[in-house]
């Protein structure tokens, strides 16, 4: 067994399983640029590491993020390729190998948009799911206004990406967010026996088998991934979305 401690994030690799484990407990795991750096290399290295062979994603039993921390966010300068986001959503996007992810209390913004880029997904009933992206004078992100319309119709897709309204684990399950639901206590170790499975599987087989089942939308997500950034880009220069942050720390 080989770990390596990092602030922020976590990393274990053992039985071919690379865990990414984000702790950051006294800001509910929301996400800095710190972390979308570490996570960004994790992946790209473990891309490349034969003894990787699924990754596994999660927070603790009883949270997962809280999404982008906005201080941090508002100030790490322009959506280029080398932004650290930019470059976690490109290394998602673009991961060879089988994700599964642990979610548990929170999964807002980042957290539930990646989850359309995972494999298998498995989460608590009481999980709190939302892209509030629109109440932050924002657009969708990380391909979700492609990869949610395609999971559960444009309709519904709508009532999460413009209304921006939350939904639990069971909504989740329902519209094929998530495979399965266990309690907190059982979360963390079935999803990583889910993942342990599947990295005992034949490597070549399974990463064949992910790789045919996105390539039909292998261009619209790059598309999709580079609209949405741009259109992202600008909005954060926005009035209203400088009013809607302002408003979000006054609240806190």
């Known amino acids: 067994m080989k770990e390596e401690t990092m602030t ?7 039985d071919g ?9 006294d800001k509910k795991n929301a996400l800095n640029q710190r972390m979308y750096q570490q996570l960004a290399d994790a992946l790209k ?13 999660q ?39 089988p994700i599964v992810a642990a979610v548990a209390g929170l999964a807002i913004g980042i957290g539930t948009t990646a989850l359309l880029h995972c494999e298998l997904v498995y989460a608590t009933a009481d999980t709190r799911f939302q892209l509030p992206f629109t109440k932050l004078g924002l657009c969708p992100e990380a391909a979700s206004s492609l990869l949610l319309p395609q999971l559960i119709g444009y309709h519904r897709a709508c009532e999460y990406l413009l209304l921006a309204e939350p939904f639990d684990g069971l909504e989740a399950e329902r519209m094929g967010l998530v495979n399965r639901l266990l309690p907190e206590a059982e979360l963390l170790n079935f999803a990583w026996q889910k993942a342990r499975q ?36 600008q909005l954060l220069q926005s009035d209203a979305c400088q009013q809607a942050v302002q408003q979000f720390f006054q609240k806190k």
């Open 59 to 97: 927070g603790q039993d009883n949270c997962f993020t809280a999404g982008n921390d906005l201080q941090d966010f508002m100030g790490g300068g322009e959506l280029n390729q080398q932004h650290p986001t930019v470059r976690f959503l490109y290394q998602l996007a673009e991961f060879p190998k």
């Open 198 to 233: 599947l990295a005992a599987m034949p490597t070549q087989a399974i990463q064949s088998s992910k790789r045919l089942l996105k390539a039909s939308q292998r261009e619209a997500l790059q598309y999709t991934l580079r609209e949405e950034l741009n259109e992202f880009q």
């Open 45 to 57: 290295q473990a891309a490349q590491d034969d003894q990787v062979k699924v990754v596994l994603l």
């Open 17 to 25: 399983v690379l865990s990414l484990t984000l702790l950051r407990p």
């Open 8 to 14: 922020g994030v976590e990393q274990q690799l053992q």
